[in-house]
């Protein structure tokens, strides 16, 4: 059977075209990556991003039917605009469903950054105004400051994907700020994932991403090892000496 190290229900956003490829991407030896879709969420508005908790049960449903390891909600806005206590409930509600652990992108955002101890970071989105001022108010409930947010501004979420690489790279150089400790790349949408290596060589500092960060914490919770060396420094650190000391991470038995 795939996914004898491990299985990943993924669940994003009906029209996300970025975090299913790259997480088959990175997806290691032994473990498999299952989706389902989340109806909504194309306008970004907070109506659609509130009705995406209760979407996101059907798609669990789905999902759970695989018997993942863990699920993981792939959706930064959809799991930080009602702030902290509701990502929790998201978390509560689909491993309710699937009885397996759940983590979330904004989870993943706010638990690497306070792992690798900033404070102070710098945040790229492609979000409008209202939608980026939620994202500052759950990482400051984190103890976490946004020194400096660049960001694209499109509200139609399909067209996030069309932002290439090279202009992703672009926006982190020119908003990176000298007092900020890392920076953070959020939505899994973006194609953040092919520079985060370049920017943290260029820039001197950590850089996270939204898909990155979400498959960090993900293996983590597994306890998989996923040997990914050119994806930048956060999941190359669960190559590290006791990297899965809380992980659950169970051999399957093939069929």
Not at 162 to 186: H, L
Request: net charge neutral.
């Amino acid at each position: 059977m795939y996914g004898w190290r491990g299985r990943i229900g993924l669940l994003v956003p009906s029209i996300n075209t970025t975090m299913e490829t790259e997480f088959w991407r990175i997806a290691p030896q032994g473990v498999s990556v299952h989706t389902a879709r989340i109806a909504g969420g194309r306008h970004g508005t907070p109506e659609e991003l509130r009705s995406m908790e209760d979407a996101s049960k059907q798609a669990a449903r789905e999902v759970a039917m695989v018997e993942p390891d863990v699920v993981a909600y792939g959706c930064t806005s959809g799991s930080f605009f009602e702030g902290p206590a509701w990502n929790k409930k998201i978390c509560e509600q689909l491993t309710g469903i699937t009885n397996a652990p759940t983590v979330t992108t904004a989870g993943a955002m706010a638990a690497c950054l306070t792992a690798g101890g900033h404070r102070k970071v710098d945040v790229v989105t492609p979000y409008v105004e209202v939608t980026n001022e939620r994202l500052k108010q759950f990482l400051k409930a984190h103890g976490i400051e946004v020194v400096r947010l660049g960001t694209f501004d499109m509200l139609d979420m399909f067209d996030h994907a069309k932002i290439q690489p090279e202009e992703i790279y672009r926006k982190v150089k020119e908003t990176a700020s000298p007092e900020a400790e890392a920076v953070f790349i959020a939505c899994t949408q973006l194609r953040a994932l092919e520079v985060v290596d370049m920017l943290e060589r260029d820039l001197g500092r950590p850089v996270y991403s939204a898909v990155q960060a979400t498959a960090w914490q993900a293996f983590e919770t597994m306890g998989v090892d996923p040997g990914i060396t050119d994806c930048g420094s956060l999941l190359r650190k669960l190559s590290g000496p006791g990297a899965h000391g809380k992980g659950a991470g169970k051999l399957r038995q093939s069929a």
